[in-house]
Nanobody, 116 residues
Framework: QVQFVESGGGLVQPGGTLRLSCAAS???????????MGWYRQAPGKQREMVAT???????NYADSVKGRFTISRDNAKKMVFLQMLNLKPEDTAVYYC???????WGQGTQVTVSS
């Protein structure tokens, strides 16, 4: 069973920057590099939505609302995924989760709040 631990969230003003990190916590033998990974978010009262994904071959996909502002990256050696977020907006406020693409077991997430 693999678990993901997200970190890096916080309170930031509109226009600000945050970098989220996600570390895979798993028994040895988990081959992280073969899995597509993604960042997802859930705002209060809304369904969880895809923010950004990166396949095992490094093909990326972004939600229209974050294109040009967010960048997903991964470090396979460290079994980590990152989300660089620039020019944050109040509508980016949500709990952010990382997960393998298509996997339906979720971690605790990290809270991002964009407010002045």
């Amino acid at each position: 069973q693999v678990q993901f631990v997200e970190s890096g969230g916080g309170l930031v003003q509109p226009g600000g920057t945050l970098r989220l990190s996600c570390a895979a916590s798993t028994a040895s033998g988990f081959i992280f590099r073969i899995y597509g990974m993604g960042w997802y978010r859930q705002a209060p009262g809304k369904q969880r939505e895809m923010v950004a994904t990166m396949t095992s071959t490094l093909v990326t996909n972004y939600a229209d609302s974050v294109k040009g502002r967010f960048t997903i990256s991964r470090d396979n050696a460290k079994k980590m995924v990152f989300l660089q977020m620039l020019n944050l907006k109040p509508e980016d406020t949500a709990v952010y989760y990382c997960n393998m693409i298509g996997h339906n077991v979720w971690g605790q997430g990290t809270q991002v709040t964009v407010s002045s």
